[in-house]
């Protein structure tokens, strides 16, 4: 991987995290159409601590006050069932599940489940579970109407991301509409919820990555595309947010079915392969370097 890669991955990484299309599908997809093979789950890992510190940014104020409210409800200063004192135990509740799943399959999430043949199909399956949840939601409850049963599956749903292709942004939202929260209020419990299941992962493969380097993927390449997701997804977070206020999620449906179909159609010619890189014009594979 080169300096050219780095950044167009961070790209892609920003681009994509928060929209319910599945960051780590396109990095995955991306990664073999350059010519680079798997930039790897723990490439993926690390640059996501770049969007969630744009989550962190964007959301700061909400941060603040959650946390703020839910030490104060420890100590009897506010009541226990302030909104955003239960909030704070609700994402506690609702990372569990992602934590214990993440390190009951953490062999399969990087190897098995990162064939790109999983990935079409998740992007197929989940992109129509999708357009389910947003025709027959409600589309009514407001985010402080969250229980902890809701919680719980919100955790559920987002441990479902362990599998690339899925979306963490695309399978919350989803649950949170078949329970018949509007949007707005998915998307944002869905930010949120992310925080801690995402910055553990990132920080954690960053330490593995720092105690046991390998050349695959260089850290200062790493770090350089970390930074470049950052600004993009602090942009695309705004817009996002914006749109779904009034908008619908039938278009991520759309383009998450086509190219689900498009990866399908590449595996099935021989243009990709499933766990290597793309196939070069003279019908090698090309697993170091090159471009699209």
Do not use: C
């Amino acid at each position: 991987m080169g300096i050219f890669e780095s950044i167009f991955l961070g790209i892609i990484q920003g681009l994509t995290e928060f929209l319910p299309i599945s960051s780590s599908a396109h990095l995955r997809i991306a990664s073999e159409l350059l010519g680079i093979g798997d930039a790897g789950a723990a490439f993926t890992a690390i640059t996501q601590i770049g969007t969630e510190a744009a989550v962190i940014v964007f959301f700061w104020r909400d941060i603040v006050r959650i946390i703020g409210q839910w030490f104060r409800s420890l100590t009897g200063k506010v009541d226990r069932k302030d909104p955003d004192a239960l909030m704070g135990w609700w994402i506690i509740l609702g990372t569990i599940p992602i934590v214990i799943l993440g390190l009951l399959f953490q062999k399969q999430i990087e190897t098995t489940l990162r064939s790109l043949w999983y990935v079409a199909i998740s992007l197929i399956v989940f992109g129509i579970l999708l357009g389910i949840a947003d025709r027959v939601g409600k589309n009514v409850r407001p985010l402080e109407s969250l229980t902890w049963k809701h919680g719980l599956i919100y955790g559920f749903a987002q441990a479902m991301a362990l599998i690339p292709g899925v979306s963490r942004s695309g399978g919350t939202i989803t649950a949170g509409l078949l329970m018949g929260y509007k949007r707005e209020a998915a998307a944002r419990y869905s930010f949120l919820l992310a925080i801690p299941a995402v910055l553990g992962s990132g920080f954690f493969q960053l330490y593995k990555a720092l105690k046991e380097p390998t050349h695959s993927t260089p850290m200062g390449l790493t770090l350089l595309a970390t930074v470049v997701a950052f600004f993009v997804a602090l942009l695309v977070i705004g817009l996002f947010m914006r749109y779904i206020s009034r908008g619908s999620f039938m278009p991520f449906v759309i383009y998450r079915v086509l190219l689900g179909v498009v990866v399908i159609i590449l595996l099935a010619t021989g243009v990709l392969t499933a766990d290597g890189g793309a196939v070069a014009a003279g019908g090698t594979a090309a697993v170091t370097g090159g471009g699209l």
